[in-house]
C-alpha cells in the first residue's frame, strides 16, 4: 500500500524523558496488522487526559530536538503520558520501527525503500514527516587557526580513501602546502548514524572513508575528542556544534562564491549552505496512531511546536504551512 512520505524534525532532555544508548516524494508502507497498543480510541484527544506511553528511537542527531518536546508535552500537556525518547541511530531505530516496537522512529536521511517493503510486509502503515532543516557541520579544534575556512572539494577529498596515501596517514600539508606538516585526525558518526549515512552517501558520493578515521556511537564522545584534538576534524549536525561553541570551531565552506560559515540564518535547502543542508525526519507508525491516543495527540503535538523548539535546539525552522499541512494530516487518521 502506498501513502505520502513526508517529511517532519531535531536538544537535551530532561524531565521523565528515558534516554538510551546512545515534503519529498510520496510513499508508505501499510497494513491492518496490530503494532504496540495500550487503550482507547483516538477521537479529538486535545481536551482529555490521556495516560499511557509513546515510545521513540532513531536518529542522534534528531533526539535533542524531539526530546526537548517530550519534556515541554510531559511537563504542560499530559502529565499522565510518558514519552520515551531514545537515541540508538537511524538505521538501530529503524530496524525496532519496522518490527513494530516503537511508535516513532526518528532520521537524518530519508526512509529507504527496503525498509518501507518491511513495514508494508509486517502490516505497519507509516508517513515520514520533516521535522527541521539541519546544516552538516565541519569541527576542528578552536586553536586550529590554519584550516577555518576549507572549500568543498578538499573537504570531500580529504575525507576519502586513498587520495592523498596509500595508508590514510593525510597530513595537512598533504591539502594545503602551507599547512602544518603534521598528521590530520579524522573522527565522525558511527555507521548506526544516519550522519554518517548522509556523508557517505550525499557528500562523498558512496566513496569510501579513510581507513583511518575514528568512528562513534555517541556525539558528545565526539565532541570531546575533537576538543582535545588540535588536528582533528570532524563532522555531525550543526546543533552538536552549536551548544559547544567554546570547544569546537565550525570551518566555513566555499562552495565556490567565498566561505559560508554555518548558521541558523545561512542553512536553508535554497540558502547559501544548501549543499550541505538537510531535512531531519520522524516516523510516525499509523497502526499506532489509531490504536493509542497519546500516540496521535504526541505526534500532533510535535508540529504544533515544532519551530518553537528548532532553534533553541540548533536547528533552522520549516515553513509553518508545512507544518499545518502535517498536523492536518495527522488528524485526519481514524
Avoid at 49 to 57: A, F, M, Q
Avoid at 60 to 88: C, F, N, W
Avoid at 245 to 259: N, S
Avoid at 279 to 297: G, I, M, Q, W
Wanted: net charge negative.
Amino acid at each position: 500500500m502506498k501513502l505520502k512520505k513526508y517529511s517532519l524534525s531535531f536538544l537535551m532532555a530532561g524531565l521523565m524523558v528515558v534516554t538510551a544508548a546512545c515534503g519529498g516524494n510520496e510513499n508508505t508502507a501499510g497494513g491492518d496488522s496490530n503494532t504496540n497498543s495500550s487503550n482507547t480510541n483516538n477521537n479529538d484527544s486535545s481536551s482529555e487526559e490521556l495516560s499511557g506511553t509513546v515510545i521513540i528511537d532513531g536518529s542522534g542527531t534528531v533526539y535533542p530536538l524531539m526530546s526537548r518536546i517530550a519534556e515541554e508535552y510531559m511537563v504542560e500537556e499530559q502529565e499522565g503520558v510518558s514519552v520515551e525518547v531514545s537515541r540508538g541511530g537511524t538505521s538501530a531505530g529503524m530496524s525496532r520501527f519496522v518490527a513494530g516496537e516503537t511508535d516513532l522512529s526518528n532520521a537524518s536521511r530519508e526512509i529507504r525503500e527496503e525498509e518501507l517493503a518491511e513495514l508494508e510486509e509486517n502490516g505497519i502503515e507509516t508517513q515520514e514527516f520533516k521535522v527541521a532543516l539541519d546544516g552538516l557541520t565541519i569541527v576542528i579544534h578552536p586553536d586550529n587557526d590554519w584550516a577555518s575556512d576549507m572549500t568543498e572539494e578538499e573537504i570531500k577529498t580529504m575525507f576519502v580513501t586513498g587520495n592523498y596515501a596509500d595508508d590514510d596517514n593525510v597530513m595537512w600539508s598533504d591539502i594545503r602546502s602551507d599547512w602544518p606538516n603534521e598528521p590530520v585526525n579524522f573522527y565522525g558518526p558511527n555507521e548506526n548514524h544516519g550522519t554518517h549515512e548522509f556523508f557517505v552517501e550525499e557528500i562523498i558520493e558512496e566513496q569510501d572513508l579513510v581507513d583511518t578515521i575514528n568512528l562513534q556511537q555517541e556525539y558528545s564522545t565526539l565532541v570531546n575528542l575533537i576538543s582535545e584534538d588540535e588536528h582533528g576534524i570532524g563532522f555531525f549536525g550543526y546543533g552538536y556544534y552549536a551548544n559547544n561553541t567554546d570547544d569546537l570551531q565550525a570551518v566555513a565552506v566555499d562552495f565556490g562564491d567565498g566561505p559560508v560559515a554555518p548558521s541558523l540564518e545561512t542553512i536553508a535547502e535554497d540558502g547559501d549552505y544548501a549543499p550541505f543542508t538537510r531535512p531531519v525526519f520522524t516516523n510516525l507508525s499509523y497502526n499506532s496512531a489509531r490504536e493509542k491516543a497519546e500516540v496521535k495527540d504526541f505526534a500532533e503535538y510535535v508540529f504544533t511546536v515544532a519551530n518553537q523548539f528548532a532553534e533553541e535546539t540548533g536547528f533552522a525552522p520549516l515553513p509553518e504551512d508545512e507544518l499545518e499541512g502535517y498536523i492536518n494530516d495527522i488528524q485526519a487518521i481514524n
